[in-house]
């Protein structure tokens, strides 16, 4: 799948193939709210935080059950250091998935 792609071509580091890749995701299955956090994970990679914020708010419209996306919009405020807002978007997150590691120490943190 295009997902998986994208994925891969993160993991080596080629983000603008990788973003190409979850854009082809997206146009092939418009309601995929993983997608669209995938596509967001990769904007936040290279500090295009307002394209990133996009893609995670439209993936928790698709689906506001999405941990991912309510972990993605968190982090973006932390890079911005608007920690108040962080700390509520990590909350969210972790209220929707109360046993993650990950999201149990990015609230920590904030």
């Not at 295009?2 to 993991?11: E, Q, R």
């Not at 973003?19 to 904007?43: M, V």
């Not at 997150?93 to 609230?107: G, K, M, S």
Request: with cysteine.
């Amino acid at each position: 799948s295009w997902c998986a792609s994208g994925n891969c071509l993160s993991l080596n580091h080629e983000y603008d193939k990788a973003i190409q890749a979850f854009k082809r995701a997206i146009q092939l299955a418009p309601e995929s709210d993983y997608a669209y956090t995938l596509l967001g994970n990769e904007y936040s990679l290279i500090d295009e935080l307002e394209r990133a914020m996009a893609c995670f708010r439209k993936a928790i419209q698709l689906n506001p059950r999405s941990y991912k996306a309510w972990n993605g919009v968190a982090m973006v405020y932390l890079k911005q250091e608007k920690f108040p807002s962080a700390e509520f978007h990590f909350t969210k997150a972790t209220n929707i998935f109360r046993t993650n590691p990950d999201l149990i120490c990015h609230l920590a943190v904030v």
